[in-house]
């Protein structure tokens, strides 16, 4: 949890203030740690992840419920779920059906999976149906770089980099 935490307050170091964050923890239910907002109070969110402590048991189905119900709404351009775990799951619910609520809603999801012992199926899927991207990791030393990394393809998404040639469109 100690790596998780890190590598959440890495991500959110490349933010700007125009972006938006927000962070679910989830054991058995899940909790918000900073609900969805503009990056204007990093130290504010940084302190809030590194609150985050660990509990009993691993439920997803709620937390993606969580973090879609959040997001489905927010006016922005790009919405990206990194889901952080090891893929075992207390309960199941309809993963499959929340992907392609979460994709009419113009959200994508990338999954880490931690662990020899992760439900590695599960997060493959996962990725796939939310139109992101798949991590697999034994250790926990590299969550913080995945995250990094993740977050900045994420950002990618939004900017627009290619050459171009400015017009006199009026005198």
Known sequence: IALAREAAVQATSILSPYDQVGVVAFD??????????????LEFIQGSIASIQAGGGTNIFPALQVAYSSLKDVETKYKHIILLTDGQSATSGD???????????????????????ADILLMQQLAEWGGGRYYFTNDAQNVPRIFTKETMKALRHYLVEEEFYPGISSS
Do not use: P
Request: aromatic share 10%; proline share 0%; charged share 20%.
């Open 28 to 41: 058995s239910s899940a909790a918000w740690v900073v609900e969805t907002q503009k990056v204007e109070d």
């Open 95 to 117: 993963y499959y059906y929340l992907a392609k609520r979460m994709q009419q809603s113009g959200i994508t999801m990338s999954t880490v999976a931690v662990g020899d012992g």
